[in-house]
């Protein structure tokens, strides 16, 4: 299971203007601490506080995959091989890979001999070329935020396991139809999008049923 690491960072401010910071809310990447790489997804860079005058605390935080939660493998995706990442059975792509997404996106219940159970939190987040998803079988879970701010026009789920996606999981998605969804059945397949408690209490389940620990 991942590792959540919280840290706070003191950053001057000139006038109105704030200095940026390098990492970003979805940013997937890899780190390296003592020679080993580690993947690292930014779950959210925020302020935290004004601590004096010009001064402001930021704080970030990171869900973090030791060496031997995550598999980096490819994915066959529209013609070609690109590369993405297995973490504890969640697939994504890196930040710097994301333009690689195109085109129909098969989310497979293996990737070499890596088995998948769901996309991970930002999995493909901000994939501006990605333009669908079809989920195959055995695939039961799409995290916060997995496809926001994506170019897809269309989802397509398997009608022999159901998918618990987050409500935030098409969060920004242009392309797709406006829908309710709570109430709206706009794909195919079986699907339940859902957030909060309930959420939590499916993802317990599905631990228990689908994933390997």
């Not at 930021?58 to 994915?75: F, K, M, P």
């Not at 059975?89 to 997404?101: A, E, Y």
């Not at 079988?137 to 009608?159: H, L, Q, R, T, W």
């Amino acid at each position: 299971m991942p590792h959540i690491i919280t840290y706070t960072e003191e950053i001057e401010e000139h006038g109105y203007c704030q200095q940026r910071l390098e990492l970003k809310t979805g940013d997937k990447y890899l780190h390296e601490v003592d020679g080993k790489k580690r993947l690292r997804i930014v779950l959210s860079v925020h302020l935290d506080r004004y601590v004096w005058e010009n001064v402001a605390q930021w704080a970030t935080v990171i869900e973090e995959y030791l060496e031997d939660e995550y598999t980096l493998c490819n994915l066959f995706v529209d013609g070609s091989d690109v590369p993405v990442f297995v973490a504890c059975g969640m697939i994504g792509v890196l930040t710097c890979d994301r333009d690689t997404i195109c085109g129909e996106l098969v989310i497979p219940p293996r990737v070499e001999d890596t088995i998948v159970r769901g996309v991970a939190r930002y999995g493909f987040f901000d994939c501006p070329n990605l333009t669908k998803v079809v989920f195959s079988p055995m695939v039961v879970i799409a995290y916060e935020y997995a496809f926001a701010k994506s170019g897809i026009k269309d989802m397509a789920f398997n009608e022999e396991v159901a998918v618990m996606v987050h409500t935030t999981a098409v969060d920004g998605c242009e392309n797709l139809p406006k829908f309710d969804r709570l109430f709206d059945r706009p794909f195919p397949g079986l699907y339940l999008i859902r957030g909060g408690e309930i959420f939590q209490t499916w993802e317990d389940d599905l631990r228990k049923h689908h994933f390997l620990e």
